[in-house]
């Protein structure tokens, strides 16, 4: 090894930052008692050198190397207490990652060195101390330049109001890993997702926002890649600055960028599904990676009554310490790095209600989250939570804070069970059309807070969900017993793939009740890739290890009833734009009936307002919402603001008939919707009092125009839907 001299540095920033003459080493760590630089040959295969950080200031060892630049190989190791009992796990046998590391170098190759403890005792399990190096079976960090170059001269993020924005939940690799116009060394990378083929569909579509599963480097878990599966979605971060290798072509922190700008350039933002609640690196009997090995008693949260055992809100073996200032810190510092350096729009966090834990439990106040609302980056992007974790009190839908968003799985669940036809689930249908106003409407949140869905990466797909009673998870091989069991889902009539014509018409049905319910309703939609054109996962609801074609979206064999998925999809989002009704900015309220102009009324089938006793009854199944755009205060000057809208949701088995209601200044309807209706729709216009049947289980959009400007604008949309499909 060669020997080496660092000079002092500084400790600030955190992670390897190049200097132009340097390079500054910056690490915390509360509890170490000696920090190891260690340096590696360009593959990583060799340590060529190691020496100590010199110096320690407010819990952090810093140095700096003169002369060194890009591309250098490093890793560090840590030397302290090691006594599980008290929550500390130093091992310098282990190296470890650097976590403000934002470029990886080899693999992860699994093996008894990674464990600090000895794996050979098998009468107490994580017991003993292992000296075993694990370097050659660690991946290293590499140094990198800060400045990196946009792929044109830089544009302005498109910044596309929360009332105009429609997620599209995607993975990078499934989604253009059989795509035939991606180019075949392109296909599953950043690049095939930056590609004209790919932008073309999306904006095609009508969405706005392409929202990654997660992007940062990850661990395949040992007890997959024991099976010969592999970690496909994401969710087992070990770096939050690190691309994942396996989605790059070859180009580097610099492919990932050329991605978001041409994205930006087409109009449509990446928002970053982010995973700061849990590491790879599991619970006592997990490996020693990187944050265990640098400081465990900081970076986790651990039993305080054996700190050798860990707090597991999550699920997944240890759960990341948000009450501690240096950790806050770091996540932070990511999220700034995504935004500044990386230029992505916004996050989901994933089990959310962690990054708002004290000891004391969810508090919406906590640090964390006052600093994402004061943070002059961070307050201006997008922010979703999925708002749930698995401890005590973990679930809190509605409660984040101000100026975030959150997945509402209340809209899923209840969507669902209409569809299916359960009792009882027309009064929960209206709530959240209306934009669950009873988790939301506080603290002046707006109707863009509820996340509307009906799939995610997480359960069926749109198509299995009309096609599977129960999940079919065989090829995980864990026996069909992960994964959710209450789907809510309904078959049609026969499990799985089906040449039953009736039953194929009625799944198709069924999709377009689901999709336009999704679409149609107040709040922020998110699609999950392929659902517009009824892709399957042959009844796998969990399937986050199959990196195969059970998760990879097949373009090339979109059937008939595909394509014509896709063609319905593409209006239903076409309409939401057109349409401002259908996307308020604030709540509705239903109004005083004396009042001529409401924002929200709810109907029978003949044309009355239903009454509070109608929605108590649980054969219910069948009723209206018309909604005008004349009463909804603060949509803005935008076409089309004054239309109104009779949306109807007849879930029974017959069909029933509609008498068209009035309202104030209309004088006729336009049909929009039927999807009863398989063939191609043409816009049929009707007066008031005439009678229209909802065949069973349908869903009708009529609108209406009360003002000369509105319908031209209604004429224009019209003529643009009739050239779709």
């Not at 017991?127 to 370097?135: P, V």
């Not at 095939?192 to 929202?211: P, Q, W």
């Not at 860990?310 to 948000?322: A, F, K, R, S």
Request: hydrophobic fraction near 40%; charged fraction near 25%; include cysteine.
């Amino acid at each position: 090894m060669r020997e080496l001299r660092l000079e002092p540095g500084l400790p600030y920033p955190l992670g390897a930052t190049w200097t132009g003459d340097g390079v500054n080493f910056a690490v915390f760590s509360a509890h170490a008692s000696r920090i190891e630089l260690c340096l590696f040959d360009e593959a990583g295969r060799s340590e060529v050198g190691r020496v100590d950080l010199p110096e320690l200031t407010d819990e952090v060892w810093h140095g700096f190397l003169p002369g060194a630049g890009p591309g250098l190989v490093y890793g560090y190791r840590a030397h302290g207490p090691y006594v599980p009992e008290h929550g500390h796990r130093f091992n310098p046998s282990k190296l470890l990652l650097d976590p403000y590391a934002t470029e990886l170098v080899g693999r992860l190759r699994w093996g008894p060195s990674l464990f600090g403890y000895d794996m050979r005792n098998r009468k107490q399990p994580g017991a003993g101390f292992d000296k075993r190096d694990s370097a050659p079976s660690m991946f290293k960090a590499r140094v990198t330049a800060p400045g990196l170059a946009p792929v044109a001269p830089p544009r302005p993020a498109p910044r596309v109001p929360w009332e105009r924005t429609v997620f599209y939940e995607a993975h990078v690799r499934g989604l253009t890993r059989l795509h035939p116009a991606v180019p075949a060394d392109l296909r599953g990378t950043f690049a095939g997702l930056g590609t004209a083929a790919m932008i073309d569909h999306l904006k095609a579509l009508g969405v706005s926002s392409v929202e990654l599963l997660p992007i940062h480097a990850f661990v395949d878990d040992a007890y997959l890649t024991d099976k010969g599966l592999r970690n496909y979605w994401g969710y087992n971060s070990i770096g939050f600055f690190a691309l994942e290798p396996r989605y790059l072509a070859g180009g580097g922190l610099q492919e990932f960028r050329d991605m978001v700008a041409r994205l930006h350039d087409a109009g449509l933002e990446v928002i970053l599904d982010v995973v700061y609640n849990h590491t790879a690196e599991g619970n006592e009997l997990g490996p020693t990676l990187s944050f265990k090995g640098l400081d465990n008693a900081s970076y986790y949260r651990l039993n305080p009554e054996d700190r050798r055992y860990y707090i597991n809100d999550t699920g997944t073996g240890n759960t990341v310490n948000q009450s501690h200032p240096r950790v806050v810190q770091l996540i932070l510092d990511s999220l700034r790095y995504w935004v500044q350096q990386m230029e992505v729009d916004g996050f989901r966090f994933d089990l959310a209600t962690i990054l708002g834990r004290e000891d004391g439990g969810y508090d919406p106040g906590c640090g964390f989250l006052d600093a994402c609302r004061q943070d002059p980056v961070l307050n201006r992007v997008k922010l979703i939570a999925e708002p749930w974790d698995c401890g005590p009190g973990g679930y809190q839908p509605g409660n984040f804070p101000p100026g975030w968003a959150e997945w509402n799985d209340g809209f899923r669940d209840t969507v669902r069970a209409f569809w299916r036809g359960d009792e009882a689930q027309s009064a929960g249908l209206a709530t959240r059309l209306a934009g669950s106003a009873d988790r939301f409407n506080h603290r002046g949140r707006r109707p863009w807070a509820s996340v509307n869905f009906i799939t995610a990466h997480d359960g069926f797909t749109l198509h299995d969900l009309v096609s599977y009673n129960d999940k079919h998870n065989e090829a995980n091989g864990e026996d069909n017993r992960d994964g959710h069991s209450d789907n809510r889902s309904w078959n049609c009539g026969a499990e799985g793939p089906t040449d039953d014509p009736a039953i194929r018409d009625l799944r198709e049905r069924q999709k377009r009740n689901l999709l336009a319910t999704l679409l149609l309703a107040q709040g922020t939609p998110m699609m999950v890739a392929g659902d517009e054109f009824g892709r399957s996962q042959q009844g796998n609801n969990n399937a986050y290890c199959q990196d195969n074609e059970i998760s990879w979206l097949d373009w090339a064999g979109i059937a008939a009833e595909g394509r014509a998925l896709l063609a319905f999809a593409r209006r239903l989002l076409a309409i939401r734009q057109a349409l401002p009704v259908l996307r308020p900015a604030r709540f509705a309220t239903g109004g005083d009936p004396a009042q001529e102009l409401r924002d929200v009324i709810w109907l029978d089938p003949l044309g009355n307002e239903l009454q509070p006793e109608a929605w108590a009854e649980p054969h219910m199944r069948c009723f209206g919402m018309l909604a005008d755009g004349r009463a909804h205060l603060g949509t803005g000057p935008e076409p089309c603001a004054d239309a109104v809208v009779l949306l109807v949701f007849n879930a029974a088995h017959e069909g029933v008939e509609w008498t068209l209601p009035a309202a104030a200044g209309i004088e006729r309807w336009t049909r929009l919707l039927d999807t009863g209706l398989a063939e191609r729709e043409r816009y049929p216009m009707f007066t008031i009092g005439d009678n229209y049947t909802a065949g069973g289980r349908s869903l009708l959009l009529f609108v209406a125009a009360p003002a000369s400007d509105t319908a031209e604008c209604l004429a224009e949309l019209l003529a643009r839907l009739g050239g779709e499909g």
